[in-house]
């Protein structure tokens, strides 16, 4: 009985510390503006930061009437003020914070996709 109990201590702590990333990734933000249907700029703590919504490829503003479309669903859904939390993925080699954006427990991101608006 000994035995198992230091086994279990240590699975419990190995999983502990396999989920700390994910904790530790996520960032409470406010939507300051959206640029078009990929990128935002939002407010956190006392810095502004570009963010790029992770696995999406929204139009360009230019690719017309999609690009537009997109900007502005995305408007829709994280209006100037709303409150976010980002779970960053990586920083892209434009030095902005790629991440997944939610409102409460919902994807922004999945939503884009799921509406074709990428």
């Not at 396999?18 to 407010?43: C, E, Q």
């Not at 992770?54 to 360009?60: K, L, S």
Request: aromatic share 4%.
């Amino acid at each position: 009985m000994l035995q198992k109990i230091p086994f279990v201590a240590i699975s419990v702590l190995l999983v502990a510390q396999m989920s700390l990333p994910v904790f530790a990734n996520n960032l409470t933000a406010t939507v300051v503006s959206v640029g078009d249907g990929d990128t935002i700029r939002v407010r956190t703590g006392n810095k502004t930061v570009t963010v790029r919504l992770a696995c999406i490829d929204a139009p360009e503003m230019k690719q017309n009437p999609w690009g537009q479309q997109s900007s502005t669903r995305l408007k829709q859904l994280l209006p100037v003020g709303q409150a976010i939390t980002i779970r960053a993925v990586e920083t892209d080699k434009y030095k902005r914070l790629v991440a997944e954006v939610f409102v409460g427990n919902r994807s922004i991101n999945m939503n884009m996709v799921q509406e074709g608006q990428v």
